[in-house]
């Protein structure tokens, strides 16, 4: 139970397209300074500083006619002191009879994704990056916290568009059930190889071979896992 402590809390919340705030979960609200109570009825605008307020309009006006999914986009959230803090938005549309009526977003502390990113040390293994293996590297519950730029030259995003995402984001539908799996077993001490479909950037899909290796804390207590993904033939 102790390595789930080195995961990265999701902060949830669901608005409306008009930026009402509709749900929450605990995490969010208490990262915040408020109660949940306090947040619903509230607006995205009230829990972002006004720096960031041009730029969610733009995002609430273009879901009404194209919302887009499985991108990670670094933000800032307001807490009720006052205070700043530094986050990983992915969001996803809410859907009703067709159309979209709301934004579901994860959020992910920027200081919580760094302080992964110190315990795994990525920037000092010489073999992390290789011509043609993809890697990326996720907490205990599936985050991801780093990965190599082959890992990004195959799926076609940006280093900010994928760190502090889902590893699920990146999987072909075909796919969720088995890398799911996959981690559960990870989890419970198994060590097993797959082949996973990804998906990149653009809807396109790619089968690779997925081995693992385990990241570790100062402790030895495993708290992540570091990837390899192999293309293979189809």
């Not at 999701?10 to 109570?37: E, F, H, K, P």
């Not at 859907?95 to 200081?111: F, N, P, Q, Y």
């Amino acid at each position: 139970m102790q390595a789930v402590r080195a995961a990265i809390p999701i902060l949830y919340r669901s608005a409306q397209l008009d930026g009402t705030i509709v749900d929450c979960n605990r995490y969010y609200a208490a990262r915040l300074g408020y109660s949940m109570d306090e947040v619903i009825g509230s607006t995205v605008m009230d829990h972002s500083p006004a720096s960031c307020h041009e730029e969610i309009r733009a995002l609430i006006e273009s879901w009404k006619t194209k919302p887009v999914s499985n991108i990670s986009k670094r933000t800032y959230l307001l807490t009720k002191t006052g205070d700043t803090i530094s986050v990983f938005r992915n969001s996803r549309p809410r859907m009703e009879g067709g159309r979209t009526v709301g934004i579901d977003s994860d959020l992910r502390d920027a200081a919580a994704v760094k302080n992964i990113q110190d315990i795994y040390n990525i920037d000092a293994r010489a073999d992390y990056e290789h011509p043609h293996i993809l890697r990326r590297s996720v907490d205990y519950m599936g985050t991801i916290v780093a990965c190599n730029q082959s890992y990004l030259d195959a799926l076609g995003y940006t280093k900010d568009e994928v760190i502090g995402i889902s590893l699920y984001e990146h999987t072909a539908p075909r796919s969720v059930g088995n890398l799911h799996a996959n981690m559960e077993n990870w989890r419970a001490g198994y060590r097993d190889a797959a082949k996973i479909w990804m998906r990149r950037k653009d809807g396109s899909e790619f089968l690779v071979l997925l081995t693992s290796a385990d990241e570790k804390d100062k402790n030895g207590l495993v708290v992540g896992r570091t990837v390899s993904l192999e293309i293979i033939d189809s």
